[in-house]
């Protein structure tokens, strides 16, 4: 293959790149170029790259390079690479790197002077963010929240300012855990977008404020299945809601639910609609 037309550098070259989610369209002609003309696919699982591979009509040599051998497999890079060869770096779904394994196996190959070329792709953050409707357009990716519940707590009480959406990755096995404490520390008004088994067969993506979630994930014990994506809208500006917007509040609490109040009072105050929401909260508080 000519140097025109290869899919690779002329120099030996790290290629990271991101593999499908659950959907193996997903891939993209560059990645399928690149992992067929590579000498050698360093995969976070070899077992399952070599299944998408051969989906893919795809032979290739593998080796390993999980979180376990992370440094052991970028020395045998590095190695390959001053022998001349071409190596592509795969985990096991989305783009390596984005709490994925990945990041130290880049580091050693730049220190050693190699270039580290991205072959983007699919991304569980990009994805999700790009369904979740955010107004403001900015976002915090976070990853996964401390497996503690004390320093999940006390990270969340950090980033409770940040104005931008908050993203966050979680395992189905601290699901209900992770979101209680995300209705308790940033609030219940606030909104949350969960995406789930993100391109997979049982895909779900839900809007709902987080004082609702859960609730939501408690009326079907499916819904805490699979693989998620968190998103968190971000703090609401600091400011009081005016004496209009109290008042017409407290006129729709005493004729319509609390959710439907703030809402209403939103569109016909203009006022936030978290404020509102938060505010009427705190007045069923202070009822009961």
């Known amino acids: ?47 399952h790259t070599q299944q998408l591979l051969a989906a893919h009509g795809i032979a290739a040599h593998l080796m390993a390079a999980h979180e376990h051998n992370e440094q052991k497999a970028a020395t045998q890079i590095i190695a390959r690479l001053e022998a001349g060869e071409q ?24 220190e050693a002077g190699w270039p580290v070329v991205p072959v983007p ?71 949350l977008v969960v995406a789930r088994e993100l391109t997979k067969r049982f895909e779900q993506i839900e809007r709902l404020p987080l004082g609702e979630a859960d609730a939501w994930f408690a009326a079907d014990a499916n819904r805490q299945r699979g693989e998620f994506v968190l998103i968190v809208t971000g703090a609401p500006p600091e400011t009081g809601l005016s004496a209009e917007a109290e008042r017409v509040l407290g006129l729709l609490l005493e004729a319509v639910p609390l959710k439907s109040a703030a809402r209403l009072a939103a569109e016909i105050t203009g006022a936030s609609k978290n404020a509102l929401y938060q505010r009427a909260l705190e007045r069923k508080a202070a009822d009961d």
Request: net charge negative.
């Open 1 to 47: 293959m000519s140097d025109s037309v290869s899919p690779l550098n002329t120099t030996p070259s790290l290629y990271v790149v991101a593999t499908p989610m659950g959907n193996l369209q997903d891939i993209t002609l560059r990645a399928l170029a690149v992992l067929t003309a590579v000498d050698v696919v360093a995969a976070e699982d070899t077992r």
């Open 87 to 110: 190596v592509a770096f795969v985990s096991d779904a989305g783009t390596p790197g984005i709490s994925d394994p990945g990041a130290r196996l880049v580091a050693r190959v730049r």
């Open 121 to 191: 792709g699919p991304s569980a953050v990009a994805a999700a963010v790009s369904v979740a409707g955010l107004e403001h357009g900015g976002f915090h990716f976070i990853g996964f929240l401390p497996s503690k519940r004390a320093a999940r707590r006390a990270r969340l009480e950090a980033l409770r300012g940040q104005a931008d959406a908050l993203v966050f990755y979680e395992s189905p096995h601290r699901i209900i855990e992770c979101v209680a404490d995300l209705a308790e520390v940033l609030g219940p008004a606030r909104e």
